[in-house]
């Protein structure tokens, strides 16, 4: 068996939310080990992509396919995305009243223990594991009470989104906008967990407007998504062409 298969492959993705077709021949390979950044002007698909790739049921898929790990993904629903490791950090992380942090954390960890056939763990248990992971993010265990997002800064809401991240051990990230609303302290501390969590057998998306973000967590490639397409793709150098050309001169 040929085990030497990207751990995403997009081909020719065509998608549509209420008739409107947002993704238009969508191409993309990322293997193990890789980082890849996509950039863009508004409007030109990016959410969308991570929204159809994380499975979202608004948007229906045209024509085309999603691989992970060699196998389609598009009959899957997105709890089963994210029980094999594809994990999605939002672009405006929603707020659970009435949800401790906590418990929304434990359910989602032993949600995918249950997938995996491993054992769930009690509260007790997890709340060891989860403050080790609270020091990669700097996160104060305080938030660990207060209800899902309720009240966090936007910043806050960032962290707790790679909190997540870091805590299912994800394979294949998406991170959208997650640099948006961060103090440049901040900003250094979440890359540095991004750093930390990120190893040859798993690989993030990175969906920002700012090349710096990308001078923490250093991209294999940069794509230019612009109408729904990849329509250029380079190194970390390309990113650092858009901050100072913009995107005019791609046209
Ligand atoms: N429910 C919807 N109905 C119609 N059009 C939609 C809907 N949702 C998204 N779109 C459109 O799809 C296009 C792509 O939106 P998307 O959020 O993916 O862009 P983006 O590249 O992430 O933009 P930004 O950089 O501003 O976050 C936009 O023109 C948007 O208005």
Not at 78 to 95: K, V
Not at 113 to 138: A, C, H, M, R, Y
Request: proline content about 4%; aromatic content about 8%.
């Amino acid at each position: 068996m040929n085990t030497n298969y990207p751990i995403l492959e997009i081909k020719n993705l065509k998608a549509c939310i209420n008739e409107n077709e947002i993704l238009k021949d969508l191409n993309l390979k990322i293997h193990k080990g890789e980082i890849h950044a996509i950039m863009g002007p508004n409007g030109s698909g990016k959410s969308t992509f991570s929204k159809v790739l994380a499975g979202h049921p608004a948007y229906n898929i045209l024509s085309g396919d999603i691989l992970f790990k060699g196998s389609s993904i598009l009959n899957l629903d997105p709890e089963e995305r994210s029980h094999m490791g594809i994990f999605l950090a939002f672009q405006y992380p929603i707020e659970i009243p009435g949800v401790s942090n906590e418990d929304f954390l434990r359910l989602a960890y032993n949600s995918k223990q249950k997938f995996l056939n491993k054992d769930e763990v009690d509260p007790i248990s997890f709340f060891t594991i989860i403050n080790e992971k609270l020091k990669l993010v700097d996160m104060s265990p305080v938030f660990l009470s207060r209800n899902v997002n309720e009240g966090f800064s936007g910043g806050e809401k960032k962290r707790n989104e790679i909190l997540q991240m870091i805590l299912l051990d994800s394979e294949l990230s998406i991170l959208d906008e997650t640099d948006s609303g961060l103090d440049i302290d901040a900003l250094k501390i979440i890359s540095k967990g991004i750093n930390t969590f990120m190893n040859q057998n798993k690989a993030i998306i990175l969906i920002t407007h700012y090349q710096r973000l990308l001078d923490y967590v250093q991209p294999n490639y940069v794509h230019v998504m612009q109408n729904g397409k990849i329509i250029k793709t380079g190194t970390a150098d390309l990113a650092k062409e858009l901050e100072s050309k913009g995107y005019e001169w791609l046209k």
